[in-house]
């Protein structure tokens, strides 16, 4: 098995706007070298992940 250096790792992200989950145990991890992206049909909660 190859081990690969994690440089992001999220675990369990949530979000609500009011009574609205905007985001609901959300987990991934990227490694080292790899190319990531998030797709989604607008209003899936894209830019609330990558925002502060």
Known sequence: MIMCE???????ISKKFGKSSALQ????SISKGEI???????????TTMISK
């Open 25 to 28: 145990d959300v987990s991934f």
């Open 36 to 46: 990531f992206g998030f797709l989604g049909p607008s209003g899936s909660g894209k």
């Open 6 to 12: 994690k440089v992001i790792d999220v675990q369990n």
